[in-house]
């Protein structure tokens, strides 16, 4: 209003402003209070989880996880703590009088550098000097193994490995190339490579115009190399950690790198379809950063890349682990991240590589240890759950007696575990073999036309993990012969498919076990169990005596000389009695807890 005076409605307005902006003022005054008063009901450091530990040299609470990272070493490694027991009544946490060394890792689990065939996790009981060599160990193994260990892809390499797996789905390669004609193999070779090369540039003109035109306007197939090689390395890259994937393709993929390498056609083509797989160790020497390679001797490398593994434990102590692992990854990337280096997010994908690593390696090989300790059972039960097989009887081509049939199996499941922990070692000297510069020749099998090239790197290595098991196992039962580079195993490709199909065969029959022991909670199911097999342990009983009799017998093979004992043998005799298990009188109860298959998605 023009004379100065105010309305009622503009009057009341003001005094409501006037009262929001007191209780703010109030509100932030409470909060800077509280922020001076430290609960002693949670950790000093993250003020989010319960205390558990008071250290007496710091007068202060922590949570396990920050203890263990705030005390793991220098002077404060050798600090007094106390264990806190909570209140039951909701009041501020007791003080134990029981004084322990908790780290708060009991959850996180390692791949890496284990030579044993326990479970790689650490144990927060231990000493001091023991969690140490643990540490050591596992810091041991991820130096080592970085230079298999491949670069998790990125989003615009996942898109790039779209447009590949397109292509090869579409290419008939191999059924024009490996066949018996009398027209010229390099002829179809070169003619069949520049067809895929323009399918793959054809799909990113139609996903991304502009870099479709930066790869086909006046330019060759050559002008390109590095950019074709790029794509058919990611596709290369991905299957390593992902063996279930790419299963029709994968084959076409590796023959056409192959073929590229040959002198004729590398000439007429002007390039190769060759590159080194990306590994952790090759991306980090790329640029001169020596910084980085000091992570992998900062401890917190162990929690930032450890698998957190469920099991039966709280979703409180998972969370608990998964915040130390997010802290671990943050800190080190922080530390070790600089302007002309790697950045902070470059960092994080080294280390989400390696955890990808841990993360595959347990899942392939926790099912052959908990097989072993399941097989330690039967070693004097001898009479109603005897291993005993005899030629000619249920399809067995070996005879064995109890004892030496339960040798037999303890070895062969010794062997797989080894053969699983080098895995990622085994890929790196298949991919050396395979596209190595020896010719090829093609030669029948017996079950088609196949490329067979010798294995030398694999073979030796084979050979390695051979001789350490046979040590391990104090003698050996059977044949010691591995089949590489002739018709069983005709090449590194088909050794790779052949030791990826341990974990399809063993993790269904340590779920199923697993689950029937869950399933008879139900009534229903328990009175059904119970009335043709007695009881759930019985059943389980009669499922491991059958799979340890007749996955170990020499069967499988299409012929006699092929069939027992040689190393991959045993594995042929246990794909077959996966093959032929819904014969069983308990195949029914496979399904029943949900089995889906020893394939995947695609069947028995």
């Not at 220098?74 to 009544?89: A, F, M, Q, T, Y």
């Not at 491949?150 to 190339?177: G, I, M, N």
């Not at 393709?249 to 190769?272: A, H, R, W």
Request: glycine share 6%.
């Amino acid at each position: 209003m023009s004379n100065g005076k105010r309305s009622l409605a503009e009057v009341l307005d003001t005094e409501e402003l006037k009262v929001q902006e007191q209780n703010e003022e109030n509100s932030l005054e409470s909060q800077a209070e509280n922020e001076d008063e430290v609960d002693s009901k949670f950790c000093v450091e993250c003020s989010d989880m319960p205390t558990e530990i008071f250290c007496v040299s710091c007068s202060e609470n922590f949570c396990k996880p920050c203890f263990g990272m705030i005390h793991r070493k220098g002077k404060r490694k050798n600090h007094k703590r106390e264990e806190v027991l909570p209140d039951s009544n909701g009041g501020a946490p007791q003080i134990s009088n029981m004084s322990q060394d908790i780290t708060g890792r009991s959850g996180l689990e390692n791949a890496n550098g284990s030579e044993n065939d326990e479970e790689d996790e650490i144990v927060p009981d231990s000493s001091n000097s023991e969690k140490e060599n643990i540490e050591k160990e596992i810091m041991s193994g991820i130096k080592k193994n970085i230079s298999y260990i491949p670069l998790r892809l990125t989003h615009q390499e996942r898109q790039l490995l779209r447009l590949l797996e397109a292509s090869l789905h579409v290419s008939e390669y191999t059924d024009k190339v490996d066949i018996l004609s009398h027209t010229s193999k390099a002829k179809r070779i070169v003619s069949q490579l520049k067809e895929m090369c323009s399918i793959l540039a054809g799909l990113v003109v139609a996903s991304d115009l502009k870099l479709g035109q930066e790869l086909i306007v006046e330019k060759e197939f050559a002008d390109n190399a590095e950019w074709y090689q790029k794509v058919f390395e990611i596709g290369r890259r991905y299957k390593i950690m992902n063996p279930e994937k790419m299963r029709d393709t994968f084959g076409k993929l590796c023959y056409m790198v192959m073929d590229s390498k040959l002198p004729q056609i590398e000439e007429y083509l002007e390039f190769n379809l060759y590159k080194p797989i990306q590994t952790v160790e090759r991306y980090l020497s790329s640029r001169d950063d020596p910084q980085v390679f000091k992570m992998f001797d900062d401890e917190s490398i162990i929690y930032a890349t450890a698998e957190i593994s469920p099991g039966n434990r709280s979703r409180y102590q998972i969370n608990r682990d998964i915040k130390l692992k997010e802290r671990s990854i943050e800190k080190i990337a922080s530390t070790y991240s600089s302007s002309k280096g790697f950045t902070k997010e470059e960092i994080r994908q080294v280390l989400y590589s390696i955890g990808d690593f841990n993360a595959y390696t347990n899942a392939n090989r926790k099912p052959i240890l908990r097989m072993i300790t399941r097989l330690s059972k039967f070693e004097n039960l001898s009479n109603e759950y005897s291993l005993g097989i005899k030629f000619g009887q249920g399809g067995a081509r070996l005879s064995h007696n109890h004892q030496k049939q339960y040798q037999y199996v303890f070895q062969s499941l010794q062997l797989w575990s080894h053969i699983m922990r080098e895995m990622i070692h085994l890929w790196s000297l298949a991919d050396d073999d395979l596209f190595s510069p020896q010719q090829y020749h093609m030669q029948s099998t017996g079950q088609g036309l196949h490329r067979v090239k010798a294995c030398p790197k694999v073979s030796r290595a084979m050979y390695k993990i051979l001789g350490e098991c046979e040590r391990k196992c104090n003698g050996w039962v059977g044949s010691q012969v591995v089949h590489t580079g002739d018709r069983d195993v005709p090449n590194a490709l088909f050794f790779l498919d052949k030791y990826n199909q341990v974990p399809q065969i063993l993790i269904p029959i340590d779920r199923c076990i697993d689950e029937l022991n869950e399933a008879v909670k139900d009534k229903f199911i328990k009175t059904h169990i119970e009335s043709q097999f007695g009881s759930v342990e019985k059943l389980c009983d009669i499922i491991l005596t059958d799979f340890f009799r007749h996955a170990f017998d020499g069967s499988g093979a299409d012929n006699f000389y092929d069939a027992g004992s040689c190393i991959d043998g045993r594995l042929t005799s246990a794909w077959n009695f996966v093959q032929n298990i819904s014969k069983r009188q308990y195949y029914k109860f496979f399904m029943m807890v949900g089995c889906t298959g020893f394939n995947g998605t695609e069947g028995w």
